[in-house]
């Protein structure tokens, strides 16, 4: 078997996958596959040179580095200033196709030599009058909609709030809206404003279904399980497809169902789906859905929106804002009084759209038809399977501080990575270091990067560079601990569920229960690092301890004659932030010390604390 056979056998079976890394593994070692070390550069190219899709990526124009860095790039010797950046923010906006700026070039040549008449005659058999018609069916094929169901108009917000006038229509004891936790903000907004300006409280009316605690995603069986005990109060269930800040899926076909069958109007913001992700609304009977094209469509910075209407609601009688664009085409222009809507989703149009913006996008929607959305979905979950592959096997998460919040299955996910920094202070050098290196990616304070890789233009030899930069930053910004570049060593493991550690392990005094050696961070090997946990019973944290750990064990000097500089993690439930007292204080969550003897480190944590989870992170200064 082929590696482009197999690709095409993981097309069909894609559903069937639930983890990236045995994927990754099986194009590795198999008997019929044999890429190489997937830890090499070879094996990324081998993957590239199996891509069907990698002549596409010259459809598209790839910054060079000089141009998205300051301009002092030239004094860095890591890069050269006249290559390609690494650009996986497609995510935030999309790279530019080249034929948009054709199409937009033959527009203005239309315009300059035509003026008016460019409406009903146009050289390029594109008339004005019928600009969005170019777009339609394009679009309607990317999110598995037929071209009646669609509109391209306006933008997302403003998109959001024509719609909600027609589907959020509360009544006596059916008004309340349902969205996911950390909604992106201006859906929010829109929301909120939608509640207050039918009279209802938002903090009534507005249902926020949250991840479970210690959790960064939300199970849509919660989603569900939310619906099913609010339904019958519940007028709209609004989601995102794709959360804009972790990058989940959600699983529109079953929350659509439940949400119906409590009677429930059912829609959904594509704005990170669209593009990303197989979509199949209409099959899905989703009521209605809305999005932007600048991110994965590329339509450009600020481009024309879209709307989903369900071919079921095509002649509705729901009250609408409605404007003469929506009206019949074929008595558009006889400027009559009684507005007659065009059926289907192009009857909520209001004004005519931007010529400009919607050739854009246009520009983009023909890269899009040479492939399916299924074949993109196959290699994005090879590249984004990969990056989190190279990430876990090259980035240990106990040495370097970071924690991946998106779904590790792949079905669960679209083309996005979300990473988290434990230490907040060292986001910003993580940040500023990837783009110093020519590496453009997403930030989200305070402490969360986005990473994208787009199947239409990235590769997979980005993204083993990408991890090679990632690592020599980490490694950079660790050296910044305590404003030394002397640091030796960074230790520190987390430990759900205290009780259970202290069980397994003899307790110590101070409150302190349990302290072990673990491998060598840099080289997995040896036993040289130090862990310890909190009492369950004591609200001390006593580090005296730590004068026990001599050269015999670790293979450094005693303590004693050390600096420390620690900083951790609470994971908590607490009345009150925790009262911490020490040499130098902090807030709860994230802080630094340094004693001058291990001894003095004492710290207590007010009673008003429900004790789940502590991170602590020691770095040994020689």
Not at 178 to 206: C, M, R, T
Not at 385 to 393: P, S, V
């Amino acid at each position: 078997m082929s590696s482009s056979q197999f690709f095409k056998e993981l097309t069909l079976h894609l559903h069937e996958h639930d983890d990236a890394k045995d994927t990754i593994l099986k194009l590795a070692g198999s008997e019929f596959i044999k890429l190489g070390d997937p830890l090499s550069i070879e094996f990324a190219k081998n993957l590239d040179n199996s891509d069907e899709l990698k002549e596409l990526r010259e459809e598209f124009v790839i910054p060079k580095i000089c141009d998205v860095v300051s301009k002092d790039c030239g004094n860095n010797d890591n890069i050269n200033p006249d290559e390609e950046c690494i650009y996986f923010c497609g995510n935030s906006l999309g790279l530019s196709p080249r034929r948009s700026r054709q199409l937009v070039d033959e527009e203005f040549e239309v315009w300059s030599k035509t003026g008016v008449f460019g409406h009903f005659q146009h050289k390029y058999n594109r008339p004005w009058v019928t600009i969005d018609e170019t777009v339609t069916s394009l679009t309607a094929n990317l999110i598995g909609a037929k071209p009646i169901e669609v509109a391209i108009m306006n933008t997302l917000t403003t998109n959001l709030h024509l719609l909600m006038v027609s589907f959020y229509t509360p009544i006596s004891g059916r008004y309340k809206i349902l969205i996911e936790d950390k909604v992106f903000p201006s859906d929010q907004y829109a929301v909120e404003s939608q509640l207050k300006f039918h009279g209802y409280d938002p903090a009534e009316a507005l249902i926020t279904v949250k991840p479970r605690p210690g959790e960064y995603t939300i199970e849509d069986a919660d989603i569900i399980e939310q619906i099913e005990k609010e339904g019958e109060k519940i007028a709209v269930v609004l989601l995102s497809a794709v959360h804009y800040y972790n990058g989940q899926y959600f699983d529109i076909e079953k929350i659509s169902k439940a949400a119906h069958e409590k009677g429930c109007i059912v829609g959904f913001d594509l704005a990170h789906a669209i593009g990303n992700v197989v979509l199949n609304l209409h099959d899905w009977s989703v009521d209605f859905a809305l999005w932007c094209s600048y991110k994965y469509l590329n339509s450009g910075p600020g481009g024309i929106a879209g709307i989903f209407v369900h071919e079921k609601h095509a002649n509705n009688t729901h009250p609408r804002f409605t404007g003469w664009w929506g009206h019949d085409k074929e008595t558009r222009f006889d400027m009559n009084k009684e507005f007659k809507p065009i059926e289907g989703a192009a009857g909520y149009q209001l004004s005519n759209p931007s010529v400009l913006n919607t050739v854009s996008l246009l520009g983009s929607l023909q890269v899009f038809a040479k492939t399916s959305m299924l074949t993109l979905r196959t290699k994005s979950f090879l590249l984004t399977g990969y990056l989190e592959f190279l990430i876990t096997a090259k980035l240990n998460p106990h040495q370097y501080d970071y924690k991946i919040i998106t779904p590790r299955d792949p079905r669960r996910r679209g083309a996005q990575l979300s990473i988290l920094l434990i230490h907040e202070e060292q986001f910003e050098r993580v940040f500023n270091g990837l783009m110093a290196r020519g590496v453009v990616v997403d930030e989200r304070k305070p402490n969360c990067i986005r990473i994208a890789p787009v199947p239409l233009y990235n590769t997979f030899c980005e993204v083993w560079k990408f991890l090679e930069i990632l690592k020599d930053v980490f490694d950079s910004s660790a050296g910044d601990v305590g404003n030394t570049n002397n640091l030796v060593s960074n230790y520190w493991k987390s430990y759900n569920g205290v009780r259970r550690i202290m069980d397994r392990k003899g307790k110590y005094p101070g409150g302190i229960c349990g302290w072990e050696h673990l491998g060598n961070p840099e080289t997995g090997a040896g036993k040289d690092g130090i862990t310890f946990f909190p009492s369950h019973q004591s609200s001390v944290l006593d580090f005296s301890f730590l004068d026990q750990v001599t050269s015999r064990k670790t293979g450094i000097p005693p303590l004693r004659s050390c600096k420390i500089f620690f900083s951790f993690h609470i994971n908590a439930k607490f009345k009150n932030n925790p009262d911490l007292t020490g040499p130098r204080t902090a807030n709860a969550g994230d802080g630094t010390r340094a004693p001058k003897e291990p001894s003095q480190a004492k710290f207590e944590i007010g009673s008003n604390l429900t004790l789940d989870c502590i991170v602590i992170r020691i770095a040994i200064i020689l």
